[in-house]
């Protein structure tokens, strides 16, 4: 009889994780409103809790498959690859409600916050401070991430690791920068529609850079423990993937917020 598992496809085992993952967000979700209305935050740390462990065993679970087991064949790899682009996509889209909301407000500024850009009584940050800083550490950060790449596929291992760890060193120091530049900001989330945009965009960039250099931070661990060769590391491509598109984002939210609309 032909054996039936005689493909190059993996048929993912049974896992509990789906399902602790569903009970682990649902327990978040209800612990923020508990959060609001009691202002008791036991039930939301215990979904925090049950959703960082659900992630860190699915994930862990996810890296044996493709580095020990083998179940991480071309064709399997080329579908993670297009859930990766696809998911991406998704982000762009994301950021797009954000553009849309900053230019429909700015290009024609109603009556109700004097008909003018930036509105009254707001003071924007000086593009040439900070932001332009972040620029420059951000864009610096594209050009190591790529090094490492290179480095990855020329089986360079001291200079993957070196410029891998440069990487995630300027992650942490735009998200203390952008920490700090919230912490001096002259207006607030309540501050109009200015205010309302100016931190839902940039606020959830800097979401995604914490994210970004999370995902950056496990491939060093992993490549750290042998897990990437020169022909078998889609989970660094993937963050390297995820990182130019925040680049590419804090460009955008740089050249319009930042410099354009002040």
């Known amino acids: 009889m ?26 978040l979700v209800t612990g923020l409103v508990k959060w609001f209305h009691n202002f008791n935050m036991n039930l939301l740390i215990i979904g925090y809790i049950i959703t960082l462990l659900t992630m860190y065993q699915w994930w862990r679970d996810v890296s044996r498959e493709g ?8 064709l399997v790899t080329k579908g993670l690859r297009w859930g990766m682009i696809l998911f991406i996509v998704s982000e762009i889209f994301f950021f797009l409600s954000f553009f849309w909301a900053f230019f429909h407000s700015s290009l024609s500024p109603n009556i109700e916050i004097g008909s003018m ?3 009254l009584s707001i003071t924007p940050f000086n593009p040439f401070h900070i932001p332009l800083l972040n620029t420059i550490i951000l864009i610096s950060s594209g050009v190591t991430v790529t090094w490492t790449h290179h480095a990855l596929m020329e089986n360079n ?29 002259p207006f607030t989330i309540a501050d109009s529609i200015y205010g309302s945009t100016f931190f839902m ?15 950056l931070l496990i ?6 423990s042998n897990h ?21 984002v804090w460009l955008f939210l740089y050249i319009s917020i930042y410099w354009w609309g002040n």
């Not at 580095?67 to 071309?74: E, S, V």
């Not at 491939?219 to 750290?224: A, Q, T, V």
């Open 2 to 27: 032909k054996n039936l598992y005689n493909h190059p496809y993996h048929l993912v085992d049974y896992s509990p994780w789906p399902l602790t993952g569903a009970i682990g967000v649902m327990t």
């Open 67 to 74: 580095t020990y087991q083998g179940k991480h064949t071309i």
């Open 117 to 119: 850009w930036p509105p």
């Open 157 to 185: 291992y001291s200079q993957a690791t070196q410029s891998l760890f440069i990487t995630i060193t300027l992650g942490i120091y735009f998200t203390i920068l952008q920490a700090y530049e919230y912490l001096e900001a």
């Open 201 to 215: 965009a940039t606020g959830f960039h800097g979401l995604h850079v914490i994210i970004g250099t999370l995902f």
């Open 219 to 224: 491939c060093f661990l992993r490549h750290n």
């Open 228 to 248: 990437f060769s020169s022909n078998h590391h889609f989970g660094f491509e993937a963050a390297a993937w995820y990182w130019h598109f925040v680049d590419v």
